[in-house]
């Protein structure tokens, strides 16, 4: 069974970078999509990005320029940088997989990570 | 971006009813439209995806329809665990975009 986890820090301040990890169990990072999603109750769900093959990633263009990805094969995570951050990034923060041939669907997420940006 | 309309906002039903969700694209996403579900305190479940297909251990009752630009998800015979949230999703292009979502409550 898949599993992934997220972690890292529940509060962090205005104009600081927030980095989160995706420690992922069951498969391996070398093969599908490996998304981030964040959700705030006034704007829904919203894609940050995915990071897929040997690093690559995409990412959604409103965040584009404060966005990157990483992956470390050799422990199975792969993580997000997000800087400059203000009270608009106060969100729950999802890590979760897309199955390339299901038309890329999310079909393992995290619990999800409360995140607050606050001084 | 692709822009997806997803609707009613919520809805109000009975054990027993049959529901139907809508989602609308602007442009066409061929069949690459996925349906979730969530909980309160939870992480979205996947139930649908390329349009139409029941993901693994889903129960039947869930079905789904559309290509292109009109979408739908079907709940036949609503069971109490079946009131949540609904969002559709579009991953034919990036960005990848999410539906509104559709509350699904207890008449």
């Known amino acids: 069974q898949v599993q992934l986890q997220e972690s890292g820090p529940g509060l962090v301040k205005p104009s600081e970078t927030l980095s989160l990890t995706c420690s992922v169990s069951?498969?391996?990072?070398?093969?599908?999509?490996w998304n981030w999603i964040r959700q705030t109750p006034g704007k829904g769900l919203e894609w940050i990005g995915y990071?897929?093959?040997?690093?690559?990633?995409s990412v959604h263009p409103s965040l584009k320029g404060r966005v990157t990805m990483s992956q470390d094969t050799s422990r199975n995570q792969f993580s997000l940088k997000l800087t400059s951050l203000s009270a608009a990034d106060t969100a729950v923060y999802y890590c979760?997989?897309?199955?390339?041939?299901?038309?890329?669907?999310?079909?393992?997420w995290g619990q999800g990570i409360l995140v607050t940006v606050s001084s | 971006d692709i822009q997806v309309t997803q609707s009613p906002p919520s809805l109000s039903a009975s054990v027993g009813d049959r529901v139907t969700i809508t989602c609308r694209t602007d442009?066409?996403?061929?069949?690459?439209l996925n349906w979730y579900q969530q909980k309160p305190g939870q992480a979205p479940k996947l139930l649908i995806y390329g349009a139409s297909n029941l993901q693994n251990g889903v129960p039947s009752r869930f079905t789904g329809s559309g290509a292109g630009t009109d979408f739908a998800l079907s709940i036949n015979s609503l069971q109490l665990e079946d009131f949540a949230t609904y969002f559709c999703q579009q991953t034919y292009t990036n960005p990848i975009v999410f539906g509104q979502g559709t509350e699904v409550v207890l008449k």
């Open positions: 069951g498969d391996s990072i070398t093969i599908y999509h």
């Open positions: 979760a997989r897309g199955r390339r041939g299901f038309a890329y669907a999310l079909d393992f």
């Open positions: 990071i897929y093959d040997s690093g690559s990633f």
């Open positions: 442009q066409s996403v061929f069949n690459y």
